[in-house]
C-alpha cells in the first residue's frame, strides 16, 4: 500500500472529530491509500471509484486486515452527482482527482460541520514529466477554494510537494457551517 498524503496525516484529528458526523467519502479513491489510513484510525469509510481494478486491490486490503471500507464502483464524470445521499458525510476526501462539476455535489455530500480534505495538480504539473497535463483535470492558480464558496476555508496552500518525484499541488481543507 502507497502511504497516504502528507495532507491527510496531518488532519488526522480533524478527521476523526468528525466521526459522529458520518462516514468519511474518499472519492476516485483508486487502490485506497487515503480510505485505507482512515480505515485502520477505526473510521467507516465508503470508497468510490470507477476502475474495477483498483476497487478490487482496495478490496483485498479491506478484507485482509477487516477494515470498514463500502466500495461503490461508479463513474463519478457521468451525472454532475454523486452515487451517494446528501449530507450523509463527516468528511470527504479528494485526492489526485478534479471534475469541476461535482463542487457543489461535493459540498452537499458533508454534514454540517463536516470537513472536506482535497488535493490536486495545478497548471504548474503541465511542464512537468509526470502526471497530468490535459487542463480539464488542473486547477488555476486560486480556483480550489473558489470552486467551495459555501464552506469555510481552514487551510489553502499552493507549491511543489517535494518527494521521490515533485507535483504541483493545491490543497484545501475545509469545514461545511
Avoid at 462516514?23 to 476516485?28: E, G, I, N, Q, R
Avoid at 463519478?76 to 471534475?99: I, N, T
Avoid at 509526470?130 to 480550489?144: A, D, K, M
Wanted: with cysteine; proline share 8%; hydrophobic share 45%.
Amino acid at each position: 500500500m502507497s502511504a497516504p498524503s502528507g495532507l491527510l496525516l496531518d488532519h488526522e484529528a480533524a478527521i476523526r472529530e468528525t466521526e459522529s458526523l458520518g462516514p468519511c467519502l474518499d472519492l476516485a479513491c483508486g487502490r485506497g491509500r487515503q480510505a485505507l489510513a482512515v480505515s485502520l484510525w477505526g473510521l467507516p469509510v465508503i470508497g468510490v471509484d470507477r476502475s474495477s481494478e483498483a476497487l478490487r486491490a482496495l478490496a483485498g486490503a479491506r478484507a485482509s486486515e477487516h477494515l470498514p471500507i463500502e466500495l461503490i464502483r461508479a463513474d463519478l464524470e457521468a451525472a454532475p452527482c454523486l452515487p451517494v445521499a446528501e449530507a450523509r458525510f463527516g468528511c470527504v476526501l479528494v485526492f489526485r482527482y478534479l471534475h469541476r462539476p461535482l463542487a457543489s455535489a461535493i459540498e452537499k455530500a458533508l454534514q454540517p460541520g463536516g470537513l472536506l480534505i482535497y488535493e490536486t495538480f495545478t497548471t504548474y504539473q503541465s511542464v512537468r514529466p509526470q502526471g497530468p497535463s490535459n487542463p480539464h483535470f488542473l486547477l488555476e492558480p486560486g480556483e480550489l477554494p473558489a470552486l467551495f464558496p459555501r464552506l469555510t476555508v481552514e487551510h489553502h496552500w499552493e507549491g511543489d510537494l517535494k518527494g521521490e518525484e515533485m507535483f504541483a499541488v493545491a490543497q484545501l481543507v475545509a469545514r461545511r457551517d
